[in-house]
Each structure stands twice: as C-alpha cells, then as structure tokens.
C-alpha cells in the first residue's frame, strides 16, 4: 500500500479538515458559540450576484421591472413555478438571484430593491443569421421572454451582442446612431464596447462588446457591468421627471414666500398676524409633502449615479479615436440631469427652511402681541378688582348702619315691652335713653362681626 496520502485523510496527531460550507449555503456554526442573527445573511451578502461565465459569441436580452412589494412577490412566486414545471430548481424566498434553463435558453433572475431583472441568454443558433450582430431582431425572440407574466412596469430593456473581434468588418454605422454612437477599449485592451444608448424599433437598447481574447470570466464580469451601466443610468434619470414636476410648485412658493415677507413688515394687529402665519403654516406643509414624495426618488437617483460611475471606473475604459467613451457621453447627458434633481433637492431644503424661519419669526410677534394683551387685559382686570373692593367696602359700610338699625329697632321694641314690667317691679328707665345708650355698642358688635367673616374668607382665599 502506497504511504502518499489521500487529500482530506486524517494522520495521526493531525487533525481532519473542517467540511467547508455549500456555495450560498449557511456558514458552518462555531460551537459552542453562538451566532448573531445577521451573521449569515451578511457573510452571504458578497456572494449575492456572483459573475457568471459567458463564452463568446453570445446574446443576452436583459429586462427590468418596476415593481413594489406585492408585485416583488408574486413575481418570486410566479418563477419559481415555472422553474418547478420545468424540472429546474426554484429560488429560496431570501435568495436574490438565481439561474435556470429552459429548453437551450439560460436565464437570470434578480431581485433589487425596488427593480427586478430578467437575463436570457440565448442559444448559439440565435446568436447570429445574416452575418450581422443583433440577427433576428430582438422582436422576434420574444416568445422566450413571454414565458413569465410581467412582474411590473418595463423600464430597462437591452440587447447585447458579444462578438469575437472582427476588425473593421461590423459596419456600426449600420448598427448604431452615428451622432450618438459611444465607443471604448475596455479590459485593457481585450475588449470593446459600443452603443447608441437609443432603443431600436423593438424597444432594446443595443450593446456591442468585441471580445478580443478574453477569458469567459472576464467576458461574464465585463457583460454584468455593462449592463449594470444601462440599467443604473435610466433609474437615474427617474429622479429627472420628479424634479421636473416638483419645480413649478417650489417657484410658486418661492415667490408667494416672498410677497409674504414684504407684508409682514407692513402687518399689524394680531389678526392680520394671525392670517400671514395660517398661510405660512399651509406653504410649508405642502413643501414638506413634496420633500417626503421626493425624498425616496431623488435619494436612489443619487445612488444609482454613483454606481454607474463607479462601474465605468471599473471596467477602465480607453477613448478610441473619433468618439465619445461612455462615461465623457454620460457625463455630457446623465450630470446635468443628476444636477438638476441635486438643485431641486437643495431648493426644497432651503425654503423649507426659510419657511420655518419666517413663521418662527411671525409667531415670536404673535406671541409678543398675545402678552402685550394679556398685559393689558391683567391691569384691566385689577383695576375692576379694586373698584369691586371699594364697592364691597362701601356696601360693608352700608350693612353695618342697615343692620345696627334692624337690631337697634328690635332692641327698642323689646325696651318698651318690657317697660311695664319694669314698672310693676319699681324699676324706672327711659326708652329712647336707653335704646340713645344700646346704639354705639351695637354699631360697635355689628362692626366687629363683619370684619371677622370679611377676615375669615380672606384666609380661606
């Protein structure tokens, strides 16, 4: 027996190796430690879309899909059916892409945010007829994209051609717009790309990539980037139109922000006040409902920008005499569209906050005038309370007197009642003397007593 050891056979005193995770799979778990709950779905992140080999000559149909949440779903669903009817493997629900082969045509699917992708490759008998690249037309290859129901609106719909290298024997100017044609050396010189960036009668942008010796690996990296270009670039410009829409409503407030300005120097009284602060209030809250519509649209345009830029920076493009690269025609098409959402943004922003300030301001005055009334209503109000106190003292006044005479004609009355009592007992008093006599200390009782329940619901207050 041979003493070369077999790959993957344990030796004494070493250790077999560990079994390595599945492609795609979980990552292996580390006992006895535990996992965090992200852990596999961020490891996986990276391997999410993976290049994908392709050999030359080839022809892919790429398309993609608005979609939102509802429709994400059903589309899920709907492939994975097909995949399952065809004998294919069906997508998990957490994977973001996935391959199958339907009868010689080999398609992707992926799932994006807010965007689904469709890529058919087709089969070598479709690649060429006619000796012309994009032979059939795309038109009449669509029954293999006809085998799923839409999943959302078409936005994105690109047909590209890789071809060997032939020199000067593809006459682009047959192919492409000749005023809009974009052409560069790419991969260092192994491979060409070209386009018109303008659908042809069936819709489909046109892409030209000439191989030049490349591996099938680099034809696959270099074939997802140039589509990843076309597709970022047009949910880019989504941003435009929103911007475009928004505009009129920003000048508009701009300039009724302005009238309201010069009226507020001119403003007083506390409803007119009152009127210039309502309306402020409603201009900033229709800015803020166009910023919150706005603010997903303008946010991803800004993002996809950057990926396409950072794509072209990837795959090194080299100007080729006589025509733009793609990124000197995108920079002269896509900046000034990225610009105008990026001003329109920046306008929101700030009369968003000019608004803020305005109505600060105008409510600092209304709140001036509120206390300046409120000033004037309290010295009001005390005034009326010392009058009231006057009042109170001169009726307390009063009562005292009407009161000392009720009790004082009680007393007379029980005097001259008891008078001949009196008599008839030997004692001998004047009435009206001694009733002149009762009056002062009866004043006197009567006073005190009021003052003490005057004094007695003042504690209580």
């Given at each position: 027996m041979s003493d070369v050891p077999v790959p993957g056979a344990s030796r004494p005193g070493i250790p077999a190796p560990a079994p390595q995770p599945a492609p795609n799979g979980p990552p292996p778990a580390l006992s006895p430690f535990r996992d965090h709950p992200l852990r596999a779905g961020v490891l996986a992140e990276l391997h999410a879309r993976p290049f994908v080999p392709v050999a030359t000559p080839a022809r892919l149909l790429h398309l993609a899909f608005l979609v939102n949440r509802e429709e994400a779903s059903?589309?899920?669903d709907a492939f994975a059916a097909l995949c399952t009817a065809r004998g294919q493997p069906a997508p998990s629900r957490q994977a973001k892409q996935h391959h199958a082969a339907f009868g010689g045509v080999?398609?992707?699917?992926?799932?994006?945010?807010?965007?689904?992708t469709y890529t058919w490759e087709l089969p070598a008998e479709d690649i060429i007829a006619g000796g012309l690249p994009f032979h059939p037309s795309s038109a009449s290859l669509m029954a293999s994209l006809a085998q799923l129901p839409q999943p959302g609106l078409l936005l994105v719909a690109v047909d590209l051609h890789l071809t060997t290298d032939t020199a000067d024997s593809l006459p682009l100017d047959r192919l492409f717009d000749r005023s809009s044609l974009a052409r560069s050396d790419v991969?260092?010189?192994?491979?060409?790309?070209?386009?018109?960036?303008?659908?042809?009668?069936?819709?489909?942008?046109?892409?030209?990539?000439?191989?030049?010796?490349m591996t099938p690996d680099a034809a696959g990296a270099l074939i997802q980037r140039v589509l990843e270009v076309e597709t970022y670039r047009t949910l880019a410009l989504l941003g435009l139109p929103e911007a475009m829409r928004i505009t009129p409503s920003i000048a508009r407030i701009e300039e009724r922000l302005r009238a309201l300005t010069t009226e507020m120097k001119n403003t007083e009284g506390l409803a007119a006040n009152h009127k210039l602060l309502d309306e402020l209030t409603s201009l900033a809250a229709e800015v803020e409902a166009d910023a919150a519509a706005s603010l997903f649209r303008f946010g991803a345009s800004r993002a996809y920008d950057e990926i396409v830029g950072l794509r072209l920076r990837t795959i090194g493009e080299r100007p080729i005499a006589g025509f733009p690269t793609w990124q000197q025609f995108l920079a002269r098409r896509l900046l000034p569209a990225m610009r105008t959402c990026q001003t329109t943004e920046q306008r929101q922003a700030n009369l968003s906050l000019k608004l803020t300030s305005a109505a600060n301001?105008?409510?600092t005055r209304v709140d001036v005038e509120l206390e300046q009334q409120n000033r004037d209503l309290l010295s009001s109000m005390n005034k009326r309370a010392r009058m009231q106190l006057r009042l109170q003292q001169t009726v307390e006044g009063l009562s005292v007197a009407a009161i000392s005479y009720y009790v004082i004609s009680l007393l007379h009355y029980a005097l001259e009642g008891l008078h001949a009592a009196a008599e008839h007992a030997g004692l001998h008093y004047d009435v009206g003397i001694a009733t002149a006599l009762a009056v002062p200390f009866v004043v006197l009782a009567i006073w005190m007593v009021v003052r003490r329940i005057r004094r007695g619901?003042?504690?209580e207050g």
């Open positions: 059903a589309d899920r080999n398609v992707r699917w992926e799932r994006h945010a807010e965007f689904t991969e260092d010189g192994f491979a060409e790309i070209a386009t018109d960036f303008q659908p042809d009668v069936s819709g489909f942008v046109r892409i030209l990539v000439r191989d030049r010796g301001l105008l409510r619901h003042f504690d």
